[in-house]
Every structure is written in structure tokens, then in C-alpha cells.
């Protein structure tokens, strides 16, 4: 390998040339033979459903991994970027969606940590700097302000000065726009402007479609860790959605919902967390009916099944289940209406690592006495293997268990009757043949009467299952669409943010 | 003021002065992010080792050398078995607090009662003659007079230069440190053997100070490690208000003793607890905005509400190192 | 799991003996004493000798009594550093209740029986405080449990100098102790009395069938290893806790009156005598498993007897046994990381 040569950051230019970069993780090849070419003194976007692999090339651009193969190339010159320091040694400097800042510390400790020199902090001659750059650009930082005080946006900002002033000729910003507001948001894009006017380079990562096509000077698209298209200006949204979700798919027999008494209302709703705030839902879904949340991950599908699992209080407005008004109720309450929730992370959540099969049946069932008789629990472990065709044994640790069948066992451990289930992306990462099998059984369910919320950054499968949707963008929820009439086009739209009905 | 009273009070300060290395040392361990449980044993072999070398040697600063390193060596062995082997900090941190103890006691058992060696008082020429003052904080030995600058040089080491930003980086995120070119485990090494270093000071200031000698279980220091914990935690990993815990028990234990004939039905033990209620309540005040039943109910109230008693609970806590116990990973 | 896997387990298990083993070997010779001489007084004055035989005993029934109640704080993921002062506050609500009925016209046996009834719910109670600042106050149990030992430590010191105090003046020694009949009745020949006995087994056979075999210690089992999960699951993790936190009490504070009735016979300031901390120590050595702490436990109890006489016999400090607990549990710790990394760069799963 060419040994690593340091840019001299003074020269302004800086081409950057990707060449057949590889990576996979085990058995997902997240980045497939990438090609791509970015010219200095350009935005670049970079636009992809989850798990396109656009995150993964960035942290690869960066230093935070290194590709399997394929070479990086600055200014023509072939480089190798160990880690992040070096990345930034070569001009190369990263925003993370969730800014890795020290929250607890000041506004001027931020900007100087990591910051070649010596022993003393020469605090003066730091604020200066921090003013200066901070005037270049119009920023209002006060330097004694804590950080956690400061919202996402102004952090993104202050992360940005910082890497400007360590001489970052790069700029890379993965959904820097989510949970900002629009105020900084045009802040932080007429900085952009102002630096690709020097001579910079910015790659603009993101799933929002109406930033990207205002702001990018051409854009690539990813899907499925390949480059799949590329575009200039003036750009068409529907060929940038097709991009990056693929053509138009058949859809799937659906159950039409009868006008009888809802399963669910929900009532001028409104949830918070520490990132968004989702307002006024107001919802009624029927027995049998599945409503898929669509959009990117983070826009507020977590919070609002959370919400609905009866883990997250909601900050005012109603849920009622089956005509009992729920709200407040324990999670453990929700659970014993009938409400079950099947959290994302399998091993981190859902199941637990260490116990047998058999173990977590037990667990789950009702307790018949004091004393565990495996017998009696024998016959319900057997029965749900063979039910949900399980490929393990009655033994066999969780943690052993494929993706696919880890899934399985947790829709299996869910005690009927079920009123209502709520997933949170439970097809991630599985196996096709996983994936139709556990379908075929959630149809199953709802035509026995369970009303279902999915939540999934896949939209075929989006468009293919749910007989509504509803689609999130950073806490905006929209009405909710039948699917029927939904166009893939339409929801790509609506999923970048295109759309949204004011007030929806 | 009496003569009597001035020396006491002088004394007092020389108590807190092994406390205050104690202290130090183990804020500077925590901030990187490591938990060192084994202060309790470390302080008593390293008092032990101390007071044996310095007799055997005749030789006090030899001593003291002695003390350190082994204060370091128990430090490093707990970061070794967290960094390296992944092992749980509060598992080899308890184990190695009882090892050491009774390490203690067991080699230092044949030196018991010896006469020991005292390192001699050092009133400083012209400041030991301000009135009040100066019998207090000028009539002491070498050590305190260090204490006293150790805390002011932990404070602007910390907070005021650069490598003690990188020390708060590392405890508070060490992910965001890392990219930022820091070497994590490396420093922590680093950190844990100074605070180790400056906790196996106090032993000796114990041993060839304060309290002269070696006397095994009656030597009166079993039990101090676990009070510079709590002092720590109490002093939220701020060597000012570290010091100010460590005067503050001080303090208390000598008002004890003082009031003692005064108050004869008083429980003295009151009063050498303190630490300990007080380190709970500052735990509390950490925690408290945390725990879930206090989440639930504030998401019951108006919004402007809920986002004042957000701020004032960021405000009035201290909070430790994000990142304290965790073991770093790189992704 | 593989045979290999298992042999190399067993393997480094082994080494680990084997390396606290010379280490203690090296700080005995270290201070110019003879090692095998010590282990030898060691043995002599514990299992080798009948009359010391049934101390050791006599120490071993409180000792499993603790480690049986720190398993199931264990199982539930806790780290239970209060279990000293729980010991302590059943000694303490034993002695009042000794105390208090002493001079009544009750029968000793019913006096006894309350009093030990007693000790329990003083260790419950310790530990529910200890159990209700970490789930309500979110204060982590260790420092909790640190600083309630401490607070339950002055409040014996005050009983024992203050309230408490022997006629004249307060002294180490603690309570004026307790007339005959009011300690437990001992087998003939023997320290060891029936009742200590009865009670070690019934909780030590209980803990094992409970955790093994109930609802309740799977639940336990599934909140130490991913309290997330179990939550989601539908166990009510607060409750189960607390329950743990309340059981390990339980076992803490029959320990304490078993100390104040079997042993001391009245309040000594250290009469939870380091059980405590040793029974971590066991439940650590042995991973967690509740029938190999018996023997361990066992082991433990000896050295503890046998070192008492090392002073007297070869000036040695009887902390050697301290030495040698701790060493075993620190060894066992540090090989066990050194296996996981190994095992580790070889690919195994």
C-alpha cells in the first residue's frame, strides 16, 4: 500500500476519488465495488434509503473504518486513512448525526479539545480564534455556554467551525438536518455555500430529498451498498426516487377494514423526547387492520409505537384499546391489555442473551404454581418451534440463533390474544425466506383480529403490507394514506419530505 | 485564641492532609473514567511498605517512594484487568481492597511497634509568625504544605491546561475523544498510575507523619479509603470541592473530639459518618432526574414547566464522568 | 459446550490455584517464616484438631447462610456491598429483642425464637434501604450499600458505648453478655448447637430450589442478565429487586442473631466478623453457584479458625488467611480474563 502522504493543507483543492471501495460486515456488504469522483469546490449529495451504505463509505472516507479493498485517492494522490486523526491530518473532517461533542463542557473547551499544542490552554488566544472564525461565518457562539445547553443545530455548527479551523478542506455532514430548525438549518446551508466559494469540498449525506436538490451541486445515489445513478441540476424528483427505491412492485391482497368499532383511537396525541416532538396524532384503526409508519429511521416511528406500548407517557391527548382509555397505565398494564411492543435491537432488547428457548417460553407464560415443571412447558416450547419454524433447539441459547430466527421467537413469545402489535423494524437485516414466513403469520394475526403498526425504512415492503401508512419526517407525522392509492413515487416524496401538507 | 487551640486546629490540617493525596489522587483515576475500589487496602499496604522501608532504611523519602509505587502498582492492576482483560473495575477493585489489607497486616506484622521515624516539622521562617494564621498553616511538615499545593495544581490542571481538557474528554466521551486523535486507554493508564501514585502517598503520611508507626488493626486507618471514596464522589470530581469534603470531615472528626466532654451523651459516631449521608444525597441530586418514576411524572406537566426543572436539575447535579466504569471500545 | 472448552476451563481454574497457592507461599517466605510450617499450624488448629473442628463448623453455618443471600442479589445483577451492615442490624434487632425481654416471665426458647425473628427483620430492613435508594433514588448499591455499612457500624459503636454500655464503663468487649439461658443450647462436647444447623440448611436448600427451579429465580435470572428485556418482557423489575435486595437481607440478619446467640452471646462491635465481605468473596470464587459455595465456604471457615492461632504458635499475623481468600478470588479473576482473551483471538464463539 502507497505509504501516506499529508496533503499540504494550504493548497485549497481537494479532488476526491473513490476506487472500487469494498466493505462488508459478516454477511452484509454494506459498500459493493464504489466508484465515485468529487470534485472540489462542489456539494456533493449523497442520498440513500438505510442501509444503502452511505453512512458506512463516509466512516470509511473518515478513518472510522477501513475498507476491505479499493483505494482512496486525494488530488490524485492515493492515500490511507488509519483513523480519525488522520483523517483530519489530511484535511478529511466528519459531522456524525449525533454530534460527538462533550456535552457537560463548555462552548470554548469543545472548540480547543483535540487541538495540537502545549501545556497551557492559552485560553486567550483560543477565544480570539473561536471569534474570528466565528464572524467569518456569522456564528453567535458565547464561548462560557455549555454545551448540553445548546440545541442539536447549534452544536452541528459549532462542530463545523471547529473543523474548519483545524484546517478541514473536507466537510462531511451525514443528516445534519435532523431535529434542527429551519432557522439553522439555513445557516448552516449558507455556510456551506460559502465554503465550496473557497474552494472546499462538502458531502452532504441525507434521505431529504428538498435540501438535497436545493443545495447539491450534483448528486450520487446509493441502494443496497451499490451506486445505482447520478445527477445534476435542474433535478427530477422522480428519478431521484426511483433511484433510491427501485421500481414499482406489485401489491399484496389486502384486508379491507370494515366500519365497525376502531381497536385503537388515538386523540390529539402529542409525544416528546429529548430529540423530537411528534404533535396532535389523531388516529382509529380497526380490527385487522396494518398500518405501516414509513420514513427514514429517526424521524419519530420509536417514539410514537413507544408511545403506544405505553412506555413513553405522552404529553397530553388520548390512547384507548378496545374502548378502555389507557393513558397513563404501566407498560405492564398495556401488556395485559393486549398491547405488545417488539422493540428493534433483538439481543438488546427483545431477547435475552444467555437464556434458552425454552428459558425465555417460561418466562413469558403464565405461572402455573411455584415451581417450574419443564414438562408441562415442554409441549408449548415444541409447539411454538414447530409453529413459527424455528431452526433451533429447545436448548439452544437465543444468542445462537439466526437473525431470522431470533425474530420469530419473539413474535412466538407474544401471548395471544394479541389486540395490538407493535413492531419496530422486525425485518431488519433478516433473511428473504425469514421475512415471507414471519409476513404470512402477521397476516395471520390481523386476519384473526389484531390490529398492527410497523415501522420500516423499507418501502416496497412499506407499500406491499400496510393497508394504511403513515409517514414521518423529523416528528411530522401525515395523515394517514391507503395504500392503495399510494404511488412508490409518492410515498420516496413524502419519506424526503416533499409533501407534507402544512399543519398535517 | 490559646496556644492550645491553634495547635490543635493545626492538627487537624495535618490529619487532612493524607485525605486530601487520597482524594486527589482518585479524582484524577475517576475523571479519566476509572472506579479504583481498592483505596481502603491500598492505603494500609502503602502505609505498611512505607513505614518498613523508611525504618529499615533509615530513610524517609525512600519511604515515601515506596509508599507511591505501591499505590500505583494496585491502581495499575485494576486497570490492566479492566482495559486488557475486561474484567469488572468493582470486582478486582473490592477483591484487591481486602488482598491489600490484609497484605498489610500480614507483612507488617513482624514490624509492629517499632519505633518509627517522623519526617520533621518545617515551620516556614516569617509566615509561621502571622498571628492566628500562621501556627495553623505554616507550622507543618513538607506534606501539607504539598496537599496544599496539590490542590491548587489539580484544579489547574484539570480545568486550565490543555492535556487536563483531554482528561475531561476522555472521562466524559471517549468516543468523541478518539476522533479527535486521542489515545483513550493510554491515558487512562496513565491516569490511574498518578492517582494511584498520589493515593499510596497518603499511606505514608499516615505512617511517617500523622500517625507515627505501625500498628496493624489499630493503627486507626482501616476504613479511610472508603471515606476518600465517598469525599470523591462528594467532591464531584472537582479537586476544590474535593478539598473542601476533606476539611469538611476533618472538621466534623475534630469537633468530636472537641465537644466530647460537652456533650458526654452526644454519639460521636454522628459526627464520623458524615461522609457518608452526604455522599448519598450528592448521588441522589445526580440521579434523581433519571430514574424513571420522575421522568413519568414530569411528562405530565405543561411543557414550560418541564423544560425549567430540566435545566434546574442540570444545574444543581454533578454529574460524574459519562463515561465512569464503562470500558472503551472502538466501535 | 465442547469437552475441550470445558477441560480448559477447568484447566485455568487450576492454574489460578495454583499461582495464589505460590504467592502466598512467597509472602510467607518473604518475612522469613516457613510456609509449610504456617499451613500446617493452619490445618492443626482447625480440621486437625476435634475441639477446633466444631469451630470451624460453628463458623462455616453463618458464612453459607450469607453467600446463600448474596446469590440471589447476584442473580438479579446487584452488587450487594451492604450485606455487612445487614449482618449488623440483625445482631443489633436480636440483641434488643434479647434485651428487651430478658427479665420477662416468657419461656427462653419462645424469647429466642422472637429474637432471631428479629435479626431477620433487621437485615431485611437494612438491605430494603439500600434495595429503595437504587431503584427509586437511582443510586448505585454499591456506594449505598458502603455507606449504610458504615452508618450501621456507629450505630453499634453508640449501643456498645452509649445505651448499651456494661456497667461503669463502655468497653471493645462489648454488651454484658447474655445469661445461659438465653443462648442457644449446643451439642454436648461441641460449640456447634442444632439450631444454626437447621436454619443454614433450610435456607441454603431453599435458595438453591428457589433459584433453580421457580418462577421466581428465573425472573431473577432474566433481570441480572438484561433487565431491558425482562422489563419488556412483563417482569415487574422494580418489585423483583426490591424482593432480592429483601431475601439477601433476610439471609444477612439470621446470620447476625446466629452470631449473637450461637457465638458471642452478646453485641461485639465487630460481630458481623468480616462475613460479609468474605461471602462476596465466596459467591465470586464460585461464579455464582450455590452448591460449590459449600465447600468453598467450608475452606474459607478453616482458614479463618486455623489462622487464629498462628500468632500464638509462629508470631504470624492470622490475617494470613485473609491472604490467602483474597489472593484465590484475584487470581481465579485475572487468569479468567487472560482465558476470555485467548479464547477470543482464537475465532472461538
Redesign the interface.
Known amino acids: 500500500m502507497p505509504s501516506p502522504i499529508k496533503i499540504n493543507q494550504h493548497v485549497a483543492i481537494m479532488n476526491i476519488q473513490l476506487i472500487a471501495i469494498d466493505k462488508s460486515f459478516g454477511n452484509v456488504h454494506a459498500n459493493d465495488h464504489i466508484n465515485m469522483v468529487i470534485p472540489s469546490g462542489t456539494i456533493q449529495g449523497i442520498l440513500g434509503e438505510n442501509g444503502a451504505g452511505k453512512t458506512t463509505l463516509m466512516k470509511i472516507l473518515s478513518g472510522?473504518y477501513q475498507p476491505d479493498s479499493g483505494r482512496i485517492l486525494l488530488d490524485g494522490q492515493p492515500v490511507t486513512i488509519h483513523?480519525?486523526?488522520d483523517a483530519?491530518q489530511n484535511g478529511i473532517g466528519m459531522l456524525n448525526q449525533d454530534p460527538?461533542?462533550?456535552?457537560?463542557?463548555r462552548v470554548l473547551?469543545n472548540f480547543?479539545?483535540?487541538?495540537k499544542?502545549?501545556?497551557?490552554?492559552k485560553?486567550g488566544k483560543a477565544r480570539k480564534s473561536l471569534e474570528e472564525i466565528q464572524n467569518k461565518f456569522g456564528f453567535h457562539f458565547n464561548p462560557d455556554n455549555y454545551v448540553?445547553?445548546l440545541t442539536v443545530g447549534e452544536r452541528q455548527q459549532l462542530e463545523i467551525l471547529r473543523l474548519l479551523y483545524l484546517g478541514a478542506q473536507v466537510l462531511i455532514l451525514d443528516e445534519p438536518t435532523t431535529g434542527i430548525s429551519a432557522e439553522q438549518k439555513e445557516k448552516i446551508f449558507k455556510t456551506l455555500v460559502k465554503l465550496i466559494k473557497e474552494g472546499k469540498t462538502v458531502i452532504f449525506v441525507s434521505h431529504k430529498l428538498e435540501e438535497v436538490e436545493g443545495l447539491c451541486s450534483q448528486v450520487v445515489v446509493l441502494r443496497q451498498g451499490k451506486v445505482v445513478g447520478e445527477a445534476k441540476p435542474p433535478y427530477k424528483t422522480k428519478d431521484l426516487v426511483r433511484m433510491m427505491f427501485g421500481k414499482e412492485i406489485k401489491l399484496a391482497e389486502r384486508y379491507s377494514c370494515k366500519n365497525e368499532t376502531p381497536r385503537i383511537v388515538l386523540k390529539d396525541l402529542c409525544m416528546e423526547d429529548s430529540r423530537l416532538q411528534i404533535k396532535d396524532i389523531n388516529l382509529q384503526v380497526c380490527r385487522g387492520e396494518i398500518i405501516g409508519l414509513a420514513g427514514m429511521e429517526g424521524s419519530g416511528q420509536q417514539l410514537f409505537l413507544r408511545s403506544l406500548a405505553g412506555l413513553?407517557?405522552?404529553?397530553s391527548g388520548e390512547i384507548s384499546v378496545d374502548g378502555k382509555l389507557m393513558n397513563?397505565k404501566s407498560?405492564?398494564n398495556f401488556?395485559k391489555a393486549g398491547v405488545y411492543?417488539v422493540?428493534a435491537a433483538r439481543l438488546?432488547?427483545?431477547?435475552?442473551?444467555?437464556?434458552s428457548l425454552t428459558?425465555?417460553v417460561?418466562?413469558?407464560e403464565d405461572?402455573r404454581g411455584?415451581?417450574?415443571k419443564t414438562g408441562a412447558h415442554r409441549l408449548a416450547v415444541q409447539n411454538k418451534i414447530k409453529n413459527f419454524n424455528i431452526q433451533g433447539k429447545p436448548e439452544s441459547q437465543v444468542e445462537?440463533l439466526s437473525g431470522g430466527n431470533q425474530q420469530r421467537l419473539s413474535l412466538a413469545?407474544l401471548r395471544s390474544p394479541q389486540s395490538v402489535l407493535l413492531l419496530e423494524h422486525p425485518m431488519r437485516g433478516l433473511d428473504m425466506e425469514s421475512v415471507i414466513d414471519i409476513w404470512n403469520k402477521l397476516q395471520d394475526y390481523c386476519r384473526q383480529g389484531s390490529s398492527l403498526f410497523f415501522a420500516s425504512s423499507d418501502l416496497e415492503e412499506v407499500m406491499r403490507y400496510s393497508d394504511r401508512i403513515l409517514v414521518f419526517f423529523g416528528g411530522k407525522v401525515s395523515k394517514a394514506l391507503v395504500a392503495e392509492k399510494m404511488s412508490v413515487d409518492q410515498l420516496g416524496q413524502m419519506i424526503g419530505g416533499k409533501g407534507f401538507e402544512r399543519g398535517a | 485564641m490559646d496556644s492550645n487551640t491553634l495547635t490543635s486546629i493545626a492538627g487537624m490540617l495535618a490529619l487532612a492532609a493524607p485525605l486530601l493525596f487520597a482524594v486527589i489522587g482518585e479524582t484524577f483515576t475517576e475523571k479519566a473514567g476509572l472506579i479504583n475500589l481498592s483505596l481502603n487496602g491500598t492505603i494500609l499496604l502503602s502505609a505498611m511498605s512505607a513505614f518498613v522501608v523508611a525504618t529499615s532504611f533509615n530513610n524517609i523519602p525512600l519511604g515515601f517512594l515506596v509508599g507511591g509505587l505501591v499505590g500505583m502498582l494496585v491502581a495499575l492492576i485494576v486497570a490492566f484487568s479492566s482495559i486488557a482483560l475486561k474484567q469488572s473495575q468493582v470486582a478486582i477493585g473490592f477483591v484487591l481492597t481486602l488482598l491489600c489489607r490484609d497484605l498489610a497486616y500480614f507483612i507488617g506484622n513482624p514490624f509492629m511497634g517499632s519505633p518509627g521515624i517522623r519526617v520533621p516539622h518545617l515551620p516556614i521562617p516569617g509566615l509561621v509568625d502571622i498571628s492566628y494564621i500562621g501556627p495553623i498553616f505554616f507550622n507543618q511538615d513538607i506534606l501539607v504544605y504539598a496537599s496544599y499545593l496539590l490542590i491548587i495544581f489539580a484544579y489547574l490542571w484539570i480545568f486550565r491546561t490543555r492535556p487536563g481538557l483531554m482528561l475531561q474528554g476522555i472521562g466524559e466521551k471517549p468516543l468523541a475523544a478518539y476522533t479527535r486523535g486521542i489515545n483513550v486507554n493510554r491515558l487512562r493508564y496513565i491516569y490511574t498510575a498518578v492517582g494511584g501514585f498520589l493515593v499510596g502517598l497518603a499511606g505514608p503520611m499516615y505512617s511517617l507523619s500523622v500517625k507515627v508507626g505501625w500498628k496493624g488493626s489499630l493503627s486507626g486507618l482501616d476504613g479511610l479509603g472508603w471515606i476518600a471514596l465517598a469525599i470523591t464522589i462528594f467532591g464531584a470530581w472537582n479537586p476544590l470541592r474535593a478539598a473542601f469534603g476533606v476539611y469538611l470531615f476533618v472538621f466534623l472528626q475534630w469537633l468530636g473530639i472537641v465537644l466530647q466532654p460537652v456533650l458526654i451523651d452526644f454519639p460521636s459516631q454522628v459526627l464520623q459518618v458524615a461522609p457518608f449521608p452526604l455522599m448519598i444525597l450528592t448521588l441522589l441530586l445526580v440521579n434523581i432526574g433519571n430514574t424513571e418514576w420522575v421522568e413519568k411524572m414530569l411528562a405530565q406537566t405543561p411543557e414550560a414547566f418541564r423544560r425549567a426543572i430540566k435545566k434546574l436539575i442540570r444545574i444543581v447535579r454533578s454529574s460524574p464522568p459519562a463515561s465512569l466504569g464503562v470500558p472503551f471500545e472502538k466501535e | 459446550m465442547k469437552i475441550n472448552t470445558i477441560l480448559l476451563n477447568i484447566g485455568f481454574r487450576i492454574l489460578a490455584i495454583v499461582a495464589a497457592f505460590l504467592f502466598t507461599v512467597l509472602i510467607i517466605a518473604a518475612i522469613q517464616a516457613q510456609p509449610f510450617e504456617a499451613y500446617k499450624n493452619i490445618l492443626l488448629g482447625s480440621i486437625g484438631n476435634p475441639q477446633k473442628f466444631g469451630e470451624v463448623v460453628r463458623a462455616w453455618l453463618p458464612l453459607i447462610i450469607v453467600t446463600s443471600g448474596l446469590m440471589v442479589t447476584y442473580t438479579a445483577g446487584l452488587w450487594n456491598i451492604g450485606v455487612e451492615g445487614q449482618i449488623t442490624m440483625g445482631a443489633i434487632f436480636t440483641t434488643a429483642v434479647l434485651r428487651l425481654l430478658q427479665d420477662q416471665s416468657i419461656a427462653p426458647g419462645l424469647i429466642l425464637v422472637l429474637a432471631i425473628i428479629a435479626g431477620a427483620v433487621g437485615g431485611i430492613l437494612w438491605a430494603s434501604i439500600a434495595g429503595l435508594l437504587k431503584i427509586y433514588g437511582g443510586i448505585n448499591e454499591i456506594f449505598a450499600g458502603l455507606g449504610l455499612n458504615f452508618v450501621a457500624d456507629a450505630i453499634i459503636l453508640w449501643l456498645i458505648f452509649g445505651p448499651w454500655k456494661r456497667p461503669g464503663v463502655g468497653s471493645m468487649s462489648g454488651t454484658i453478655p447474655f445469661k445461659d439461658t438465653l443462648r442457644l443450647p449446643t451439642l454436648p462436647g461441641s460449640p456447634i448447637s442444632i439450631w444454626p444447623v437447621l436454619i443454614a440448611a433450610f435456607l441454603v436448600i431453599t435458595i438453591y430450589i428457589v433459584l433453580r427451579g421457580s418462577y421466581f429465580g428465573l425472573r431473577l435470572k432474566a433481570i441480572g442478565k438484561n433487565i431491558r428485556a425482562a422489563y419488556l418482557k412483563g417482569v415487574p423489575t422494580a418489585k423483583y429487586m426490591l424482593g432480592a435486595f429483601m431475601l439477601c437481607g433476610l439471609c444477612a440478619g439470621l446470620a447476625g442473631a446466629i452470631q449473637v446467640t450461637g457465638v458471642h452471646f452478646r453485641l461485639v462491635p465487630s460481630i458481623a466478623s468480616g462475613y460479609g465481605f468474605l461471602g462476596i468473596l465466596v459467591a465470586m470464587l464460585v461464579n455464582y453457584q450455590v452448591l460449590w459455595a459449600l465447600p468453598v465456604a467450608f475452606v474459607f471457615s478453616t482458614l479463618n479458625t486455623g489462622s487464629i492461632q498462628l500468632p500464638i504458635v509462629m508470631k504470624l499475623d492470622a490475617s494470613l488467611s485473609g491472604v490467602l481468600q483474597s489472593s484465590l478470588v484475584l487470581f481465579v479473576l485475572l487468569f479468567e480474563g487472560v482465558r476470555k482473551k485467548i479464547m477470543g483471538k482464537a475465532g472461538d464463539g
Open positions: 472510522f483513523s480519525p486523526s483530519i460527538l461533542d462533550f456535552p457537560p463542557l473547551d480547543v479539545l483535540g487541538q499544542g502545549g501545556i497551557n490552554l485560553a448540553e445547553n413513553v407517557v405522552p404529553v397513563r407498560y405492564h401488556q411492543y422493540p438488546e432488547e427483545g431477547l435475552i442473551s444467555g437464556f428459558e425465555h417460561v418466562l413469558v405461572q411455584f415451581f417450574i445462537q413469545l
